[in-house]
C-alpha cells in the first residue's frame, strides 16, 4: 500500500465517520429538542406569572444592563427595563467609559445623584468613578455605576459587584425584553435549587414594529442578509440550544439575555475579560466550577422568544460578529482544554465540549480544508464527478431538512411569522443559504481563527440601524 | 464501487437513495407546514366566532339575577350553544374562557360565573381530566376544578398532595388550601416530597386570601424531616408573627441546611423577644460568612442597643461585607445611631470610612 493510498484512505474514512456522527448528532438533537419543547409546553401551559410578579416572597433580582457611547436610546432603555413587571428588582446600568453623554442623559432625565459608596470588590474590575441613584422615589430600582472602559465583562463583573439580589440577569441594553421575560426566566431558579444559569431565546428584531420600547408587530425582515440570521436563529435556539439544555450539556447562554446565581458566578470568577466570547466562556466556567465541585447543577435554557435584538445588516458587521464568535469559542475552549474527553466531567467532557470542539470549532477549517483539496483534485482532473455531484445533493439536501424541521418547529410551536409570504420567505432563504450566507460564515469563522492566530484581542466596531419605532399618541 | 470496511458499497446509489428519501422527507415536513399554519390560521378564525358566543353568554351569566330571591341559577342558554358543547374542543374553550373570567372579577360576577359552569355541566370534563395518565391533563383538571370552587371533589384532589410529579402535587395542595384555607395546610404534616420556591410562593399568597385561623401544626412543620416544609413554616411563622414557636425557630439555627439556617434568622426579625439577641449572637462565631452576615442584618432589624458591644466587635472583623452589616445595626441599635458610627469609624483607615458616608447618605435618600 502506498503512501499516497494511505493518506487518501484516512481521508476517505476520516471524512466519513465525521459526517456520519455530525449527520447523527443533528438527528438526534432534532428528536431531543422536539420532547424538550414539549415538554416546555406542557409545563407553562397552566403557570400564572402574576402571582410571581406581586409576591413580596419572590426573590430579589438585579438586572445589568452594560452601556457604551448609548447616548441616542439609554434613557428609553432604561426607562423600558424600570417597567418591567416585578416587584423585587434592582436596575443596573453599567456606563463603561462611554465617550457621549450616555450619564449625563441618565442623570438629568432620572434626577440620580452621586452617592458614597462601599463596595466589597469581588471581582476585580477597572475603576469605579462613582454610583449613581435616583433622588426620585419613582425611580428608585435604579442604579448607575460610572466606571473606566474595560469592555463588555468588565463592565458586567462590575454590575455583580454593586449587585444587591441573589439572581442576576445580565443583558444588552439595547436588547427589547418581553413584558414577561423576567418572570419565566428566573422561574427554572425557583422550581429546582440546583439551577446554576437560565438562557432566553433570542430573536430577530429587523423590521418588527417597537412601540415605546415594546415590540408590537413581528414581521420578517425585509432584507435578505438579516433573513438568513432569523432562519439562523430559529435552528440555533429552537432545535440546538433546546435539545442540550434537555440532556443538561448546554454551554452557552446568549450575552443578549441569562439569568445566574450571583453566588456561584463570583465563586467561579465572573466574566473574563481577556475574551471576546466572554458568554460562553462564563457557563463553561461555572459548570466547570460545579464539576469540580462535585455537586449538582443544571443550566437551563427557556425557548419562550423573550428577547429581541437588531441583527447585523451589512456584510462588513456580520463578518465581524462571526470572527469575534469563533475567536470565543475557541479561547474559551482552549482555557479549558483540560476537560477535553475527560471523563472527571461527566457530560460536559464527554460530550458537550467534545461537540463543540469538533462541530462548531473544526467544522469551517474542515470545510475550508476539504473545498481547498476538491479545488487541487480538480485542477489534476481526479474528481469523480458523479460522486461528487451525489455527495453534495445530499449533503445540501440534508441541511434542507434540518432547516425545514425548524421552521416546522417554529410554527407548530410559537408561530411568530403568521403570514405565507413570511414562511415562502423564510424557505426561500433555506434554499439560498448553503450557497450565500454559509460560505460567508465559513469565511468569516476562519477569519476568526486567523485572528487568534495573529493574538487580535477587542470586538471591532459594531453599529446598529435602530429599531423601526412607532409612538402611540 | 467503494470497499468500506472490506465491503464493497456502491456508494453513489447509496447517496442518490438517501437524497431522494430526504426530499420525500423535504416535501412532506414543508406540506405539514403550511397545512398546519392553514389549520392554525382556521382554527384562529373558527375559535374567535365561537368565543363570541361564549362571551356574550358569560355576559349574560355576569348580570345574572334569578327571577325571585332564592331560587337557584338558571340561566336560559341558547341552544346553539348547547349543540356547540356537544364537541369536547368547545367545552375546554369555553372553560378556558370562565377560567380567565373568574380570575379577573370578584362578588356576584365572579359566583355567576361558577354557576354556569355548573349549570353546563363543564366540571364533568374537568373531573374527568384527574383520571387522565397526562399529568398535564392531571393538572389542568385540579386547577379548572379549584379556580371554579368545586370542593365537593376535594378528596379527588387530595390524593395527588404527595405525588411524584411536581406540578401535579403542587396543584393539589394549592386546591387544597383554597378549599380548606389555614387548615388546608395540614398536608405538610405528611408529605415526604419537597415543596418547591415556586410553590411555596403560591401557597403564601393562597393563605394571604384565606379568613385567619391559628395554626396547630407550625411547632410540628419547624421540626419536619422534609426541609422544604420547615422553610414553609418558618414564612408563615414570619409573616403571621406567630410568636409561641419562637423557641423552635431557634432551634432551625442548628439545622444542618444553610437555607434553613438563614431563613431562620429572617423570620426571628418577625418574632423576637428578649432572649433572640442573645440566641443569634451565640451561633456567630462557627457560623460562616453568609451566617455571620445573616446574623447582623437580623440584629439590625432587632435594633437592641445592649448589643452595641457586641456589633463594634463584629465591625473589627477583617472582611468589609461583615464590617458593612455590622456598621447598618451598630445605626439602627444605638440610640444616636449615626453619631455612635462616626465614633467607631473614626479609628479606622480609608477605605472603610466610606461605608459611614454610605450610610449617612442612604438615611437622607
Given at each position: 500500500m502506498s503512501w499516497q493510498s494511505v493518506v487518501v484512505d484516512i481521508l476517505t474514512y476520516g471524512l466519513l465517520i465525521y459526517s456520519t456522527l455530525l449527520i447523527i448528532f443533528y438527528i438526534s438533537i432534532g428528536v431531543i429538542s422536539l420532547k424538550g419543547i414539549k415538554l416546555h409546553f406542557r409545563k407553562n401551559s397552566f403557570s400564572d406569572f402574576r402571582v410571581l410578579a406581586t409576591s413580596s416572597d419572590a426573590p430579589g433580582v438585579t438586572i445589568i444592563a452594560p452601556a457604551y457611547n448609548e447616548a441616542a436610546s439609554i434613557v428609553e432603555n432604561a426607562r423600558s427595563l424600570l417597567s418591567i413587571y416585578y416587584e423585587n428588582l434592582e436596575v443596573i446600568i453599567v456606563n463603561d467609559g462611554s465617550k457621549d453623554n450616555s450619564l449625563e442623559r441618565l442623570i438629568e432625565a432620572y434626577d440620580m445623584k452621586k452617592i458614597p459608596f462601599f463596595v466589597h470588590e469581588q471581582l476585580n474590575t477597572k475603576t469605579v468613578r462613582g454610583i449613581y441613584k435616583s433622588s426620585n422615589p419613582v425611580f428608585h430600582k435604579l442604579t448607575v455605576v460610572d466606571k473606566q472602559n474595560g469592555g463588555k465583562a468588565d463592565a458586567l463583573n462590575s454590575g455583580v459587584n454593586f449587585a444587591s439580589n441573589d439572581i442576576v440577569i445580565c443583558i444588552d441594553v439595547d436588547c427589547i425584553l418581553e413584558q414577561d421575560a423576567v418572570l419565566r426566566i428566573i422561574k427554572p431558579f425557583l422550581e429546582d435549587p440546583d439551577v446554576i444559569c437560565s438562557g432566553g431565546v433570542i430573536r430577530i428584531a429587523n423590521d418588527c414594529v417597537v412601540e415605546n420600547g415594546r415590540l408590537v408587530q413581528v414581521n420578517m425582515p425585509k432584507t435578505f442578509l438579516p433573513s438568513f440570521q432569523v432562519l439562523e436563529y430559529i435552528r440555533a435556539f429552537l432545535l440546538g440550544r433546546m435539545a442540550w439544555s434537555k440532556l443538561n450539556g448546554l454551554l452557552i447562554v446568549s450575552g443578549a439575555f441569562g439569568a445566574f446565581n450571583k453566588n456561584i458566578l463570583i465563586k467561579a470568577g465572573g466574566y473574563d475579560h481577556r475574551t471576546v466570547g466572554e458568554d460562553m466562556e462564563l457557563i463553561v466556567r461555572m459548570r466547570r466550577y460545579m464539576e469540580e465541585l462535585g455537586k449538582p447543577y443544571k443550566v437551563t435554557y427557556i425557548p419562550d422568544p423573550l428577547c429581541w435584538t437588531e441583527a447585523p445588516s451589512d456584510y462588513k458587521i456580520l463578518g465581524r460578529q462571526r470572527s469575534r464568535w469563533m475567536r470565543g469559542t475557541v479561547e474559551a475552549l482552549f482555557a479549558h482544554r483540560?476537560?477535553?474527553?475527560?471523563?472527571?466531567?461527566?457530560l460536559l467532557g464527554m460530550l458537550s465540549y467534545p461537540f463543540w470542539f469538533f462541530f462548531e470549532f473544526l467544522a469551517p477549517i474542515i470545510e475550508f480544508v476539504g473545498m481547498v483539496t476538491l479545488l487541487l483534485l480538480a485542477v489534476f482532473n481526479r474528481v469523480d464527478w458523479n460522486y461528487f455531484w451525489a455527495l453534495l445533493i445530499f449533503i445540501v439536501s440534508f441541511g434542507y431538512l434540518y432547516s425545514i424541521f425548524a421552521i416546522f418547529m417554529e410554527v407548530a410551536t410559537y408561530c411568530q411569522y403568521k403570514r405565507y409570504r413570511d414562511i415562502f420567505k423564510l424557505l426561500l432563504v433555506t434554499l439560498l443559504e448553503p450557497f450565500i450566507f454559509h460560505p460567508f460564515v465559513v469565511w468569516a469563522s476562519l477569519k476568526g481563527d486567523l485572528d487568534i492566530y495573529r493574538n487580535k484581542k477587542g470586538w471591532g466596531e459594531m453599529t446598529r440601524k435602530g429599531f423601526q419605532q412607532t409612538k402611540t399618541t | 464501487m467503494v470497499v468500506l470496511f472490506n465491503v464493497e458499497v456502491d456508494f453513489q446509489k447509496v447517496l442518490n437513495t438517501a437524497s431522494a428519501v430526504i426530499w420525500i422527507g423535504i416535501l412532506t415536513v414543508v406540506l405539514l407546514i403550511f397545512v398546519m399554519l392553514t389549520i392554525k390560521k382556521q382554527r384562529e378564525k373558527t375559535k374567535e366566532k365561537i368565543l363570541k358566543s361564549f362571551r356574550l353568554l358569560i355576559e349574560k351569566a355576569l348580570f345574572y339575577e334569578p327571577d325571585e330571591e332564592g331560587l337557584d341559577f338558571k340561566l336560559p342558554v341558547p341552544e346553539k350553544i348547547h349543540k356547540l358543547l356537544r364537541k369536547r374542543v368547545f367545552q375546554q374553550w369555553l372553560i378556558d374562557e370562565l377560567v380567565r373570567a373568574r380570575k379577573n372579577l370578584s362578588g356576584n360576577a365572579h359566583e355567576n360565573i361558577k354557576n354556569l359552569y355548573e349549570q353546563l355541566n363543564l366540571f364533568q370534563l374537568s373531573l374527568k381530566k384527574l383520571s387522565s395518565i397526562n399529568w398535564n391533563v392531571k393538572v389542568q383538571g385540579i386547577q379548572e376544578l379549584c379556580i371554579m370552587d368545586q370542593s365537593r371533589f376535594m378528596e379527588s384532589m387530595a390524593a395527588f398532595v404527595d405525588h411524584d410529579n411536581a406540578d401535579i402535587r403542587a396543584e393539589a395542595q394549592i386546591a387544597l388550601v383554597h378549599f380548606r384555607g389555614f387548615q388546608g395546610l395540614d398536608f405538610l404534616d405528611t408529605i415526604t416530597k419537597p415543596v418547591s420556591y415556586w410553590n411555596r410562593i403560591r401557597l403564601l399568597e393562597k393563605v394571604a386570601f384565606a379568613p385567619y385561623q391559628e395554626f396547630t401544626g407550625l411547632a410540628r412543620w419547624l421540626q419536619s424531616p422534609n426541609d422544604s416544609v420547615i422553610l414553609f413554616a418558618l414564612r408563615l411563622t414570619g409573616i403571621y408573627h406567630i410568636f409561641n414557636v419562637h423557641d423552635e425557630v431557634v432551634g432551625?439555627?442548628?439545622?444542618?441546611n444553610e437555607s434553613i439556617r438563614i431563613e431562620s434568622l429572617r423570620t426571628l426579625e418577625d418574632?423576637?423577644?428578649?432572649k433572640t439577641s442573645k440566641a443569634i449572637i451565640s451561633r456567630y462565631e462557627e457560623g460562616d460568612l453568609k451566617l455571620k452576615i445573616a446574623v447582623l442584618q437580623t440584629l439590625s432589624k432587632i435594633?437592641?442597643?445592649?448589643n452595641l458591644d457586641f456589633l463594634r466587635a463584629a465591625w473589627k472583623n477583617d472582611d468589609p461585607r461583615i464590617k458593612l452589616a455590622a456598621a447598618r445595626a451598630i445605626i439602627s441599635s444605638a440610640d444616636d445611631g449615626i453619631e455612635t458610627l462616626k465614633k467607631t469609624v473614626e479609628a479606622e483607615p480609608m477605605p472603610y470610612q466610606i461605608i459611614f458616608e454610605q450610610l449617612k447618605a442612604e438615611a437622607i435618600l
Amino acid at each position: 500500500m502506498s503512501w499516497q493510498s494511505v493518506v487518501v484512505d484516512i481521508l476517505t474514512y476520516g471524512l466519513l465517520i465525521y459526517s456520519t456522527l455530525l449527520i447523527i448528532f443533528y438527528i438526534s438533537i432534532g428528536v431531543i429538542s422536539l420532547k424538550g419543547i414539549k415538554l416546555h409546553f406542557r409545563k407553562n401551559s397552566f403557570s400564572d406569572f402574576r402571582v410571581l410578579a406581586t409576591s413580596s416572597d419572590a426573590p430579589g433580582v438585579t438586572i445589568i444592563a452594560p452601556a457604551y457611547n448609548e447616548a441616542a436610546s439609554i434613557v428609553e432603555n432604561a426607562r423600558s427595563l424600570l417597567s418591567i413587571y416585578y416587584e423585587n428588582l434592582e436596575v443596573i446600568i453599567v456606563n463603561d467609559g462611554s465617550k457621549d453623554n450616555s450619564l449625563e442623559r441618565l442623570i438629568e432625565a432620572y434626577d440620580m445623584k452621586k452617592i458614597p459608596f462601599f463596595v466589597h470588590e469581588q471581582l476585580n474590575t477597572k475603576t469605579v468613578r462613582g454610583i449613581y441613584k435616583s433622588s426620585n422615589p419613582v425611580f428608585h430600582k435604579l442604579t448607575v455605576v460610572d466606571k473606566q472602559n474595560g469592555g463588555k465583562a468588565d463592565a458586567l463583573n462590575s454590575g455583580v459587584n454593586f449587585a444587591s439580589n441573589d439572581i442576576v440577569i445580565c443583558i444588552d441594553v439595547d436588547c427589547i425584553l418581553e413584558q414577561d421575560a423576567v418572570l419565566r426566566i428566573i422561574k427554572p431558579f425557583l422550581e429546582d435549587p440546583d439551577v446554576i444559569c437560565s438562557g432566553g431565546v433570542i430573536r430577530i428584531a429587523n423590521d418588527c414594529v417597537v412601540e415605546n420600547g415594546r415590540l408590537v408587530q413581528v414581521n420578517m425582515p425585509k432584507t435578505f442578509l438579516p433573513s438568513f440570521q432569523v432562519l439562523e436563529y430559529i435552528r440555533a435556539f429552537l432545535l440546538g440550544r433546546m435539545a442540550w439544555s434537555k440532556l443538561n450539556g448546554l454551554l452557552i447562554v446568549s450575552g443578549a439575555f441569562g439569568a445566574f446565581n450571583k453566588n456561584i458566578l463570583i465563586k467561579a470568577g465572573g466574566y473574563d475579560h481577556r475574551t471576546v466570547g466572554e458568554d460562553m466562556e462564563l457557563i463553561v466556567r461555572m459548570r466547570r466550577y460545579m464539576e469540580e465541585l462535585g455537586k449538582p447543577y443544571k443550566v437551563t435554557y427557556i425557548p419562550d422568544p423573550l428577547c429581541w435584538t437588531e441583527a447585523p445588516s451589512d456584510y462588513k458587521i456580520l463578518g465581524r460578529q462571526r470572527s469575534r464568535w469563533m475567536r470565543g469559542t475557541v479561547e474559551a475552549l482552549f482555557a479549558h482544554r483540560r476537560m477535553f474527553f475527560n471523563p472527571n466531567y461527566h457530560l460536559l467532557g464527554m460530550l458537550s465540549y467534545p461537540f463543540w470542539f469538533f462541530f462548531e470549532f473544526l467544522a469551517p477549517i474542515i470545510e475550508f480544508v476539504g473545498m481547498v483539496t476538491l479545488l487541487l483534485l480538480a485542477v489534476f482532473n481526479r474528481v469523480d464527478w458523479n460522486y461528487f455531484w451525489a455527495l453534495l445533493i445530499f449533503i445540501v439536501s440534508f441541511g434542507y431538512l434540518y432547516s425545514i424541521f425548524a421552521i416546522f418547529m417554529e410554527v407548530a410551536t410559537y408561530c411568530q411569522y403568521k403570514r405565507y409570504r413570511d414562511i415562502f420567505k423564510l424557505l426561500l432563504v433555506t434554499l439560498l443559504e448553503p450557497f450565500i450566507f454559509h460560505p460567508f460564515v465559513v469565511w468569516a469563522s476562519l477569519k476568526g481563527d486567523l485572528d487568534i492566530y495573529r493574538n487580535k484581542k477587542g470586538w471591532g466596531e459594531m453599529t446598529r440601524k435602530g429599531f423601526q419605532q412607532t409612538k402611540t399618541t | 464501487m467503494v470497499v468500506l470496511f472490506n465491503v464493497e458499497v456502491d456508494f453513489q446509489k447509496v447517496l442518490n437513495t438517501a437524497s431522494a428519501v430526504i426530499w420525500i422527507g423535504i416535501l412532506t415536513v414543508v406540506l405539514l407546514i403550511f397545512v398546519m399554519l392553514t389549520i392554525k390560521k382556521q382554527r384562529e378564525k373558527t375559535k374567535e366566532k365561537i368565543l363570541k358566543s361564549f362571551r356574550l353568554l358569560i355576559e349574560k351569566a355576569l348580570f345574572y339575577e334569578p327571577d325571585e330571591e332564592g331560587l337557584d341559577f338558571k340561566l336560559p342558554v341558547p341552544e346553539k350553544i348547547h349543540k356547540l358543547l356537544r364537541k369536547r374542543v368547545f367545552q375546554q374553550w369555553l372553560i378556558d374562557e370562565l377560567v380567565r373570567a373568574r380570575k379577573n372579577l370578584s362578588g356576584n360576577a365572579h359566583e355567576n360565573i361558577k354557576n354556569l359552569y355548573e349549570q353546563l355541566n363543564l366540571f364533568q370534563l374537568s373531573l374527568k381530566k384527574l383520571s387522565s395518565i397526562n399529568w398535564n391533563v392531571k393538572v389542568q383538571g385540579i386547577q379548572e376544578l379549584c379556580i371554579m370552587d368545586q370542593s365537593r371533589f376535594m378528596e379527588s384532589m387530595a390524593a395527588f398532595v404527595d405525588h411524584d410529579n411536581a406540578d401535579i402535587r403542587a396543584e393539589a395542595q394549592i386546591a387544597l388550601v383554597h378549599f380548606r384555607g389555614f387548615q388546608g395546610l395540614d398536608f405538610l404534616d405528611t408529605i415526604t416530597k419537597p415543596v418547591s420556591y415556586w410553590n411555596r410562593i403560591r401557597l403564601l399568597e393562597k393563605v394571604a386570601f384565606a379568613p385567619y385561623q391559628e395554626f396547630t401544626g407550625l411547632a410540628r412543620w419547624l421540626q419536619s424531616p422534609n426541609d422544604s416544609v420547615i422553610l414553609f413554616a418558618l414564612r408563615l411563622t414570619g409573616i403571621y408573627h406567630i410568636f409561641n414557636v419562637h423557641d423552635e425557630v431557634v432551634g432551625c439555627l442548628n439545622h444542618g441546611n444553610e437555607s434553613i439556617r438563614i431563613e431562620s434568622l429572617r423570620t426571628l426579625e418577625d418574632v423576637y423577644s428578649e432572649k433572640t439577641s442573645k440566641a443569634i449572637i451565640s451561633r456567630y462565631e462557627e457560623g460562616d460568612l453568609k451566617l455571620k452576615i445573616a446574623v447582623l442584618q437580623t440584629l439590625s432589624k432587632i435594633g437592641d442597643s445592649g448589643n452595641l458591644d457586641f456589633l463594634r466587635a463584629a465591625w473589627k472583623n477583617d472582611d468589609p461585607r461583615i464590617k458593612l452589616a455590622a456598621a447598618r445595626a451598630i445605626i439602627s441599635s444605638a440610640d444616636d445611631g449615626i453619631e455612635t458610627l462616626k465614633k467607631t469609624v473614626e479609628a479606622e483607615p480609608m477605605p472603610y470610612q466610606i461605608i459611614f458616608e454610605q450610610l449617612k447618605a442612604e438615611a437622607i435618600l
